[in-house]
């Protein structure tokens, strides 16, 4: 059973803060290098952050300085922690592998989490 389930997200003001997370599948989380996803309307899902097993991270230049990612294994679960946002940080965050969870020949995605950035 695949389980991505983020959590966290919701209003911030320009210049403020957030943090999301994502509970894992266990048996996925524990050797899989995970990664952030934002997808914004009008545009396709794109990957902003990623941490290996023994994490190192990489950030997008959009976020990079601004946001955190990282993980707990104790929990199966990662987080990205968001700083300085912007309004263009708007969108839908998601959670998942990389490469990403295919199952039935489908990419596997959680529910994600909605980040609204507005004064």
């Known amino acids: 059973q695949v389980q991505l389930v983020e959590s966290g997200g919701g209003w911030g003001q320009p210049g403020g803060s957030l943090r999301l997370s994502c509970e894992v599948s266990?048996?996925?989380?524990?050797?899989?290098?995970m990664g952030w996803y934002r997808q914004v309307p009008g545009k396709a899902r794109e990957m902003i952050a990623r941490i290996t097993t023994g994490s190192i991270t990489y950030y997008d230049n959009s976020v990079k300085g601004r946001f955190t990612i990282s993980r707990d294994r104790a929990k199966n679960s990662v987080y990205l922690q968001l700083n300085s946002l912007k309004t263009e940080d708007t969108g839908v965050y998601y959670c998942n592998t990389i490469p990403e969870i295919i199952f039935n020949s489908r990419t596997v995605w959680g529910q994600g989490t909605q980040v609204t950035v507005s004064s």
């Open positions: 266990e048996h996925i989380f524990q050797s899989s290098t």
